[in-house]
């Protein structure tokens, strides 16, 4: 009942008679009557109402099939689900219409017989459970209606902020669900310390499930900058473990109330599809989390799904967003990732300038697939003060063209302050494009 597409077709398919014992037929009479007049799905609280209209007698038969189907809440791999039930419809139309023309090619009805087949195999194909985006317009406002009203009661509609109040502002409130939002820097530019900081913001802030794919390094390395993001704790003390009692106590406290959010995932294979990515979440779902946002780090390291060995790095990298792209739309979820940016001239370190587009390494086209891309800046002497220049650059289709300074503690990983603020970014010069 939690896809509502799915529902609504599932239900002219499946009878209280398919299952396989009364009780289950009779929650699913529930469910099915429930959705006919709410269109949402049944939570635990009506299904404990129906039970309690019934007759002692049957509550108590249908007490083991109605608690098991609380505890297990939603299920945690539709996708088999679906399957299962496709394979289960076609099989039981054919056997339907096996049967009926049957009947009628005995009775001498041989072309009425034929008839029933060839409707039975164009309803056949026609049985599909995967989500397909048509909108037929006028017919459908109401369900765009509720769900719209529906969205407003999470005050955030699933977007995640970005940590800079004026970037959000730029960017209708920054990462939305099935967008690819993606920074780029040169190399040891605190692209991985930005992307942790995003999910530090998606679950402190949010509350959202988060994973974070690391496709080079180690998954207890960011394990550690997260734990020093949250508690404030010198990176350094963190990885010896000599976090603070104090600080301890209360990153203990806070890591309680976030528990099942956040999932620190490994892939140092070098030949990481998007495949992989999504084999992961597939499996994630099995285990009962649902990821509503993604941090890929980083987007360069991809492989395309399709390319084989004579693909070249950009047909690689731009194949690889091209994949990411379509797994964070079918997800419906945000990601942020990063890129590398072309290798410094001599002193691009010592003199301040802004990374723009042109600067992304190896495939400019991948500016094209992701949502919103921007630059992260700084000299040596902005990293000593703990200084870091946000670029950005462009969201959708839009130019948004702003720089902001941030601060940048790299001793405790924290990156994105509320105390951001706009300045005009320097006009790019010849010597650094």
Same mark, same amino acid.
Request: aromatic content about 10%; proline content about 4%; glycine content about 6%.
């Given at each position: 009942?939690?896809?509502?597409?799915? =529902?609504?077709?599932?239900?002219?398919? *499946?009878?209280?008679?398919?299952?396989?014992?009364?009780?289950?037929?009779?929650?699913?009479?529930?469910?099915?009557?429930?959705?006919?007049?709410?269109?949402?799905?049944?939570?635990?609280?009506?299904?404990?109402?129906?039970?309690?209209?019934?007759?002692?007698?049957?509550?108590?038969?249908?007490?083991?099939?109605?608690?098991?189907?609380?505890?297990?809440?939603?299920?945690?791999?539709?996708?088999?689900?679906?399957?299962?039930?496709?394979?289960?419809?076609?099989?039981?139309?054919?056997?339907?219409?096996?049967?009926?023309?049957?009947?009628?090619?005995?009775?001498?009805?041989?072309?009425?017989?034929?008839?029933?087949?060839?409707?039975?195999?164009?309803?056949?194909?026609?049985?599909?459970?995967?989500?397909?985006?048509?909108?037929?317009?006028?017919?459908?406002?109401?369900?765009?209606?509720?769900?719209?009203?529906?969205?407003?009661?999470?005050?955030?509609?699933?977007?995640?902020?970005?940590?800079?109040?004026?970037?959000?502002?730029?960017?209708?409130?920054? $990462?939305?669900?099935?967008?690819?939002?993606? $920074?780029?820097?040169?190399?040891?530019?605190?692209?991985?310390?930005?992307?942790?900081?995003?999910?530090?913001?998606?679950?402190?802030?949010?509350?959202?499930?988060?994973?974070?794919?690391?496709?080079?390094?180690?998954?207890?390395?960011?394990?550690?900058?997260?734990?020093? =993001?949250?508690?404030?704790?010198?990176?350094?003390?963190?990885?010896?473990?000599?976090?603070?009692?104090?600080?301890? @106590?209360?990153?203990?406290?806070?890591?309680?109330?976030?528990?099942?959010?956040?999932? *620190?995932? @490994?892939?140092?294979?070098?030949?990481?599809? *998007?495949?992989?990515?999504?084999?992961?979440?597939?499996?994630?779902? @099995?285990?009962?989390?649902?990821?509503?946002?993604?941090?890929?780090?980083?987007?360069?390291?991809?492989?395309?799904?399709?390319?084989?060995?004579?693909?070249?790095?950009?047909?690689?990298?731009?194949?690889?967003?091209?994949?990411?792209?379509?797994?964070?739309?079918?997800?419906?979820?945000?990601?942020?990732?990063?890129?590398?940016?072309?290798?410094?001239?001599?002193?691009?370190?010592?003199?301040?300038?802004?990374?723009?587009?042109?600067?992304?390494?190896?495939?400019?086209?991948?500016?094209?697939?992701?949502?919103?891309?921007?630059?992260?800046?700084?000299?040596?002497?902005?990293?000593?003060?703990?200084?870091?220049?946000?670029?950005?650059?462009?969201?959708?289709?839009?130019?948004?063209?702003?720089?902001?300074?941030? @601060?940048?503690?790299?001793?405790?990983?924290?990156?994105?302050?509320?105390?951001?603020?706009?300045?005009?970014?320097?006009?790019?010069?010849?010597?650094?494009?």
């Amino acid at each position: 009942m939690v896809d509502e597409s799915f =529902c609504s077709k599932a239900l002219q398919y *499946i009878e209280p008679q398919h299952f396989t014992n009364e009780a289950l037929g009779w929650v699913f009479t529930t469910l099915a009557a429930y959705w006919q007049v709410y269109s949402m799905r049944l939570t635990d609280m009506p299904l404990r109402d129906a039970v309690r209209k019934l007759s002692p007698e049957r509550a108590l038969r249908y007490a083991h099939e109605v608690e098991l189907i609380i505890a297990l809440g939603e299920v945690p791999e539709a996708d088999y689900v679906k399957n299962e039930l496709r394979d289960f419809a076609q099989r039981a139309v054919f056997a339907g219409a096996h049967e009926d023309a049957a009947r009628l090619f005995n009775e001498g009805k041989v072309s009425a017989s034929y008839d029933v087949m060839a409707r039975a195999q164009e309803r056949i194909a026609d049985i599909r459970f995967d989500s397909v985006d048509r909108i037929w317009l006028f017919d459908e406002l109401p369900e765009r209606q509720r769900e719209r009203v529906r969205a407003q009661l999470d005050p955030q509609n699933g977007v995640v902020t970005t940590g800079i109040p004026l970037l959000d502002r730029a960017t209708d409130g920054g $990462v939305h669900p099935g967008e690819v939002w993606v $920074v780029f820097a040169y190399a040891k530019r605190c692209k991985t310390t930005w992307l942790i900081n995003q999910g530090f913001n998606a679950t402190r802030v949010h509350h959202l499930p988060t994973v974070h794919f690391v496709l080079e390094g180690k998954g207890r390395q960011i394990a550690a900058r997260y734990d020093a =993001c949250f508690s404030q704790e010198l990176y350094s003390k963190v990885k010896r473990g000599e976090i603070q009692t104090q600080l301890y @106590t209360q990153l203990a406290q806070e890591y309680e109330t976030l528990r099942r959010l956040l999932v *620190i995932r @490994t892939l140092n294979d070098w030949d990481v599809t *998007i495949l992989d990515i999504d084999a992961e979440l597939h499996y994630l779902r @099995t285990q009962g989390f649902f990821p509503k946002f993604g941090v890929l780090d980083y987007m360069d390291l991809g492989r395309m799904r399709d390319g084989g060995k004579g693909a070249s790095e950009t047909q690689h990298q731009v194949g690889f967003a091209r994949d990411h792209k379509r797994l964070a739309n079918k997800t419906d979820t945000g990601w942020w990732s990063a890129w590398q940016a072309q290798r410094p001239k001599i002193g691009a370190h010592e003199k301040e300038h802004v990374l723009m587009s042109s600067n992304v390494a190896d495939a400019y086209a991948k500016v094209r697939i992701v949502d919103a891309f921007g630059s992260l800046n700084a000299t040596d002497e902005e990293l000593a003060n703990g200084e870091m220049r946000v670029f950005f650059e462009s969201h959708r289709d839009s130019p948004v063209n702003q720089l902001y300074t941030v @601060t940048n503690d790299l001793s405790r990983m924290r990156m994105i302050t509320s105390s951001a603020v706009y300045v005009p970014p320097a006009p790019p010069t010849n010597e650094f494009e």
